[in-house]
């Protein structure tokens, strides 16, 4: 049988590292915490190419004794507990003594530090667990460690490393968590020779909250401070016009140390129910201050997950805290009783999808007393209102409103019937035919037309419509229509979102843009707001063009002429999410979520109320394109029942 053999000191280390440093952000973790629990009140912190080959920590707290410096890179030694009993009371970050001895395992350290008793600081140098140097130093009081070229020995976690931008966004992921969580110390994040944050260490959790993520977050903020049951709830909390497509802004600490907490994320959801749509989620930054005998933090190598003694007080806690400041809130949008409107971007885009919006026709663009109708002149009735002593026909009439509308819109398709439909419903020498949303070609000028001759000519487009007949709309959301002996049940977003899709893959991409008057503001977690910024040249292939501002914020200054100000700032929210959790997928891959997304922002949405007029130009396109019978995502766009099933339903056959 094999033997067993005790493993030389330097691959024990080289595996417990791997338990503490998975990545260059482990070690700024690490060191920042130490850096925390040292009393600092001012932290800096340098990285180069990502944190692989430089970090640097410095802060301004006590410092450690020269005859202690050797100890601090010993595994196991810390000065933040002495016995078992001080596991039931932790306070500090830190207390298992692994950070610097792994840090020291897999890279090349050197430290700086002097105490306020110490008239000469001390310089320590150590390489993959060997010490190297240890000499006199003059420094300030606190301590500076630098790491170069982590991993250099463990070439198999080398290559696991991801790209710079990875690294670093992760880097600074850890950077904001702390500046976050510890309002009172000012922290300074320097990203390749440029600094990308500074907290002013005031204490205030708003100033930090506005220096990690910029105003146009903080601004849809709610400020939290709750106690019960010997649970404090103190933080921010998103107002539910502000909910996102993702948890990723969603940030819990306990006593000051970072955790992901089911509990706390539930408690969040169930607060917020039925105040936000299904499938957004709210922000936060909560801080749960519990005593330290309640919970046991001992349970992750990187002190993330914790054990609570008793999870409902913690979530008692929250839900009530977060409910009672929703309750006050007296900015959220009022509830209007009776159907929904969409937009017009949405209308017009189920009008006809892709292209430029329709122009509003109003009553007052056609003559509304019958006798005017017929002898106004077209210069009065349609354009400049001067007179003019010809007066015109009826048909020279309509001929020319079609011609304002043609010139002033490129949906003549779906303008001209409108117009025509808006003619007063006194004036019945003008009949209009059974399909009156076909789209206006000619209109005949030469001869009058009067009341018991000729219907005016509206010629059809080329594609070929089977008749229907329109019974109506259910719940806002499903259209009824008889058609062939059979009843067809459309889901109009569901068909909708896949007519836009079909267009916009049809074109790879390539839809009419708009240049926003006010840009629209994005506020992203930084791995996020580089997903984007790396995809840019995609999401410009797509019809957006993003600007960045700092803070990782984004500005949005043009998107798909298809989607509104507000649905755009949705859509880059949930590409952001998609490209950061996806980042290997190929490119077409990418596009085509894209066109999804899109596809479906700008589909009209199930309870909006649509005219009968709105759902016949739908439909009658709808069944000109066979081939529209699954949405994206794979569901029906529409279900068919036959007379025959449905008489024998009711018994008749």
């Known amino acids: 049988m094999p033997k067993i053999n005790r493993l030389p000191k330097q691959v024990a280390d080289l595996i417990a590292a791997g338990e503490v440093v998975e990545r260059p952000a482990s ?87 002097r105490t306020d008793g110490e008239d000469i600081g001390t310089r320590y140098v150590i390489e993959g667990g060997e010490e190297i140097l240890l000499d006199d130093a003059g420094c300030p009081i606190g301590t500076t460690i630098v790491i170069r070229d982590v991993f250099f020995n463990t070439p198999a976690r080398m290559k696991f490393l991801k790209k710079d931008v990875a690294e670093a966004n992760a880097v600074a992921a850890v950077v904001d968590r702390i500046a976050l969580s510890h309002p009172e110390v000012s922290i300074r994040f320097i990203r390749d020779d440029k600094e990308a944050l500074l ?12 220096a990690v993520f910029g105003r146009d977050f903080f601004k849809d903020l709610l400020a939290v401070d709750y106690s019960l049951d010997n649970v404090k709830i103190t933080g ?68 993330i997950e914790v054990r609570f003694e008793n999870e409902k007080p913690i979530f008692n806690a929250i839900y009530y805290a977060v ?43 056609i003559p509304k007393k019958r006798d005017d109708f017929f002898t106004e002149t077209a210069d009065k009735s349609v354009l400049s209102g001067t007179e003019q002593k010809t007066p015109l026909t009826a048909k020279e009439i309509i001929a020319t409103q079609v011609d304002k509308i043609q010139n002033e819109s490129r949906h003549l398709k779906f303008c001209a019937p409108k117009a025509i439909e808006m003619i007063p419903p006194g004036n019945d020498l003008v009949k209009v035919p059974a399909k009156k949303e076909a789209p206006v070609e000619s209109v005949a000028t030469e001869s009058p037309v009067t009341a018991e001759s000729e219907e005016i000519k509206v010629a059809h487009s080329e594609e070929t419509v089977t008749d229907f007949s329109l019974i109506g709309e259910a719940f806002k959301t499903y259209i009824f229509v008889e058609c062939d002996n059979k009843i067809l049940i459309i889901d109009k977003h569901a068909a909708h979102e896949r007519m836009i899709y079909e ?18 503001s994005v506020t992203l977690r930084k791995d996020e707001y580089s997903a984007i910024l790396e995809n840019e040249e995609l999401l410009s292939k797509a019809g957006f063009s993003v600007s960045d501002v700092g803070f990782g914020t984004l500005a949005i200054t043009e998107c798909p002429m298809i989607l509104d100000a507000e649905d755009a700032r949705q859509a880059i929210m949930e590409y952001a999410v998609f490209l950061c959790q996806n980042k290997n997928e190929l490119v077409s891959e990418k596009t085509d979520w894209i066109y999804h997304n899109t596809a479906c922002r700008a589909a009209i949405k199930g309870g909006d109320s649509t005219t009968e007029y709105e759902q016949r130009v739908f439909v ?26 449905m008489e024998k339903s009711f018994g008749r056959v």
């Open 27 to 113: 070690a700024v973790k690490e060191l920042l915490e130490n850096s925390i629990d040292s009393g600092a009140k001012k932290v800096t912190v340098e990285i180069k190419n990502g944190g692989i080959r430089y970090i640097r920590v410095t802060d301004d707290g006590c410092g450690i004794a020269r005859e202690d410096v050797r100890n601090a890179f010993v595994s196991h030694a810390t000065s933040k507990i002495y016995d078992e009993s001080d596991l039931d009371s932790i306070m500090t970050l830190g207390f298992r003594g692994e950070a610097l001895a792994s840090i020291a395992a897999v890279a090349r350290v050197e430290m700086m530090t």
């Open 199 to 210: 907290t002013s260490g005031d204490g205030k959790a708003e100033n930090a909250v506005y």
């Open 236 to 303: 921010f909390v998103s107002k539910p016009i502000a909910s996102r497509p993702s948890r990723s802004m969603q940030f819990f600490f306990l006593n000051g140390r970072f955790i992901k907490t089911g509990t706390g994320s539930a408690a969040l959801s169930e607060a917020y129910k039925h105040r936000i749509t299904v499938g957004k989620f709210p922000a936060c930054i909560i801080n749960i201050e519990v005593p330290p005998h309640s919970v046991d933090i001992n349970v992750h190598p990187a002190k």
């Open 323 to 365: 409910k009672n400041v929703l309750d006050a809130d007296r900015t959220n949008a009022q509830v209007t009783v009776g159907a929904k409107r969409p937009s017009q971007t949405a209308i017009n885009n189920f009008l006809k999808f892709a292209e430029e919006p329709v122009r509003q026709i109003t009553v007052a663009d």
């Open 503 to 520: 267009e916009l893959k049809k074109n790879d991409g390539a839809t009419e843009t708009q240049l926003l008057l006010a840009p629209v």
């Open 620 to 645: 009658e396109k709808l069944l000109s394109m066979p081939d529209i019978r699954n949405c994206p995502h794979g569901r029906p766009v529409m279900i068919e029942m036959t007379r025959r099933e």
